[in-house]
């Protein structure tokens, strides 16, 4: 008797569980819809800026921002984090705010390296091929690059006639940042290895990774030297 309602307490709990993991995906899902709406609703105003950051082909990754004017001294601003080596998207958030503070945030990016005003086709270009790019390598954008994409309206990215062309020396390069654990990274570095095979690609990882990674025997070795993102 006792192993019965043992039994019927652990399917009930196994049931609740179910349930409550189909409510956080409709509401992740829903959520995901009206941040969608709200870009959309963003971009009927004005458009204030497109910036890339210059040197982006270069070091690998940087941002995008678009933003549109909204209310009285205010903005909303679509800002994502591309890596244009591999990974296409990697973050992204829409949001609106005081034209001042974000004025205030990306003059303490720019200190480091320098804002570059281009074409919102551009901007809506680069990011959809980078997409692109990742996608083949088996690589998602963020979560939140559909509502932030939203933000561009009508902006055309075929009115851009600029030629991108992504990864490292012609070949993708999965770069690390400080936060990925080993087995993330080997599973990232497996999945190019199975779709590109052993050369397609080359990578660059933490210097503290390097002797965790060469146990799995890697057939090619990481690039040295620091590469920002």
Known sequence: MASRIIQGRALKEARRRKVLARKRRQDRGTAKTEMVDQGRRWSKGALHSCLVLKGLFEHGSGMVV?????????????????DVYCRGVKDASLQRVGRHELDDVLDGIGSFMPWEEVDPSYGRKLLREAVAYAGWLGFRP?????AAEALFGDVVADDCDAAFRFGREGKPCYVSSASESPHKIRKALRRLSDRLGPDGFTYVVPASDLDELCDQQWPNEPIEGEIPF
């Open 142 to 146: 963020h979560p939140d690059f559909a």
């Open 66 to 82: 678009l933003t549109r004017k909204v209310g009285i001294a205010e903005v909303a601003a679509a800002i994502f984090l591309v």
